[in-house]
């Protein structure tokens, strides 16, 4: 499966974007889903998973309560939904997909888009 994310930008602190990731492929529909963030001289972390069917979601600690993720299988895009933004969550964004067991593990997990720049301006 290839993923595309889209969807970030410059924003003020307080401020909302919502991220989209584009699959394209066969089955888009059994896959894990996660988005995952890297800021500058920081090693990648997890932001939030959704299983295949949207029944389980996990988020890190840092942004429980201001992100949410969701998917339309029937459109092969998973979302974020960013809330509350704060200076601390400019990162690159990036959505990857897994096989089988859900997991917030990134090093489980098979396909990456190139990434989506978000910048929260103070």
């Known amino acids: 499966v290839q993923l595309q994310a889209y969807g970030g930008g410059l924003v003020q602190a307080g401020g909302s974007l919502r991220l989209s990731c584009a699959a394209s492929?066969?089955?888009?529909?059994?896959?894990?889903m996660g988005w995952f963030r890297q800021a500058p001289g920081k090693e990648r972390e997890f932001v939030a998973h959704i299983s295949w069917n949207s029944i389980i979601t996990s988020y890190a600690d840092s942004v429980k309560g201001r992100f949410t993720i969701s998917r339309d299988n029937a459109k092969n895009t998973v979302y974020l939904q960013m809330n509350s933004l704060k200076p601390e969550d400019t990162a690159v964004y990036y959505c990857a997909a897994k096989s089988y067991l859900d997991s917030r593990l990134g090093n489980e997990y098979e396909y990456w888009g190139q990434g989506t720049l978000v910048t929260v301006s103070s």
């Open positions: 492929g066969r089955s888009f529909s059994s896959y894990r």
